[in-house]
Structure formats: structure tokens, C-alpha cells
């Protein structure tokens, strides 16, 4: 497990308990600054104030396990519109939606994607690409985000 799945098995009980989801973790670099970004989702969205709520809690929580080492910055975000797939269930949640995919090699000589989400489990994903299906593992994929049209 690595240190971004710890954070976010002991994240996901403290938020669920405030009524939020705790959509994803990340732990980032900037330079030599360390980012720890809790994204937050509720069904109703997320507001500023939600997000501070949150970072209220996780950090008194932080200050008391001190999961990592060096010196960060937490911040508590929405996922967004656009948001990053990364977990099964965030894929089942995206079902019969647009999804822009990175793949790390080639499919069809296309590494980019924007395909039709038709089904998601543990194995892998189906999508639909110019009327082809195609099935993918996860470990195909570089990164996938919710497709949004901003026309």
C-alpha cells in the first residue's frame, strides 16, 4: 500500500463521519514543498465552507498521527468538474458518461482518448470508441478525467 493509500484509509472514516465523501488523496511535490490535497464530493456539491470544515478536522487529526515525515501544505478541494478517475467506484460512478482517457501505450495508434464509459469492475473498463468496443485493464491507463463540454 502506498503512502497515498494509507492517507486515504485513515481519511475516508473521519470524512465519511462529517457526511462528505472523501473522493481521492493526492501527496505531491511542488519544488521542495510537499502538497497533500484531499478532495472532498456530497451529493448536493461542495462549498468553500465544506472545504474548511474538513480541513479543520483532518488537521487536528494530522497533528496527532503525523502520517508524514517532512513539512506540507494540506489543502481540502472539490473534484471538480473535470474530475480524476482513479478508483473502481469512481468509474461505476461515471457509467454512460464521457471520459477523456491517457493510455501508456498506444491503442488503435491513439494514446488519447475521448470515449463512451460502458461498464466498470474490478477488471478493468469498456469503452466505446467510434463504435468499437474496446476493453481496457487499469493498468493500461495513464489517466482518465470526466469529459465535460464547455460548449
Do not use: W
Amino acid at each position: 500500500m502506498t503512502k497515498q493509500e494509507k492517507i486515504y484509509a485513515l481519511f475516508e472514516p473521519i470524512v465519511a463521519q462529517m457526511g462528505y465523501e472523501c473522493y481521492d488523496v493526492e501527496l505531491n511535490k511542488n519544488g521542495k514543498n510537499r502538497v497533500l490535497i484531499v478532495y472532498i464530493d456530497h451529493p448536493d456539491g461542495i462549498k468553500l465552507d465544506d472545504c474548511e470544515t474538513v480541513s479543520r478536522e483532518i488537521s487536528h487529526f494530522l497533528d496527532e498521527i503525523d502520517p508524514i515525515q517532512d513539512a506540507y501544505t494540506l489543502e481540502v478541494s472539490s473534484p471538480g468538474i473535470e474530475r480524476k478517475l482513479s478508483r473502481v467506484k469512481h468509474y461505476q460512478a461515471a457509467i454512460g458518461k464521457k471520459i477523456d482517457i491517457n493510455l501508456f501505450k498506444p491503442f488503435n495508434k491513439k494514446k488519447k482518448m475521448c470515449v463512451l464509459l460502458e461498464k466498470a469492475d474490478d477488471d478493468g473498463i469498456v469503452i466505446l470508441d467510434d463504435q468499437e468496443k474496446i476493453h481496457l485493464c487499469y493498468s493500461d491507463i495513464a489517466k482518465a478525467t470526466i469529459h465535460f463540454d464547455f460548449n
